[in-house]
């Protein structure tokens, strides 16, 4: 069992920035793959950034390249996004997920953090 705390969520004005945190326990950090997916209101959940186990390898949906960067920090279990040039359609509930490196789909997923971008 590996439980996924986020935080780190707000409101912020279209342009700003906010950095979301999320904190794995229960297993060794290392060996698990780690995501941030997103949800808005009455759409899908959607794929937003990926790292993998040592932080050499990060995936991004085309919407928020260039914006957001998703970094890893295994001392502490700890994996980021960092969001800059928010516009309002990032506004969604943020989910950190964690995915062991035999699995082939994220397992552990978090409560979710709110991210509002005001116009």
């Known amino acids: 069992q590996v439980d996924v705390v986020e935080s780190g969520g707000g409101l912020v004005q279209a342009g700003g920035s906010l950095r979301l945190s999320c904190v794995a326990s229960?297993?060794?950090?290392?060996?698990?793959?780690m995501a941030w997916f997103r949800q808005a209101p009455g759409k899908e959940r959607e794929f937003v950034a990926a790292i993998n186990w040592t932080g050499g390898s990060t995936s991004y949906t085309d919407s928020v390249k260039g914006r957001f960067t998703i970094s890893r920090d295994n001392a502490k279990n700890t994996v980021y996004l960092e969001m800059n040039s928010l516009k309002p359609e990032d506004t969604a509930v943020y989910y950190c997920?964690?995915?062991?490196?035999?699995?082939?789909?994220?397992?552990?997923w978090g409560q979710g953090t709110q991210v509002t971008v005001s116009s």
């Open positions: 229960g297993r060794p950090f290392i060996t698990y793959y």
């Open positions: 997920a964690a995915r062991h490196v035999t699995a082939n789909r994220y397992t552990y």
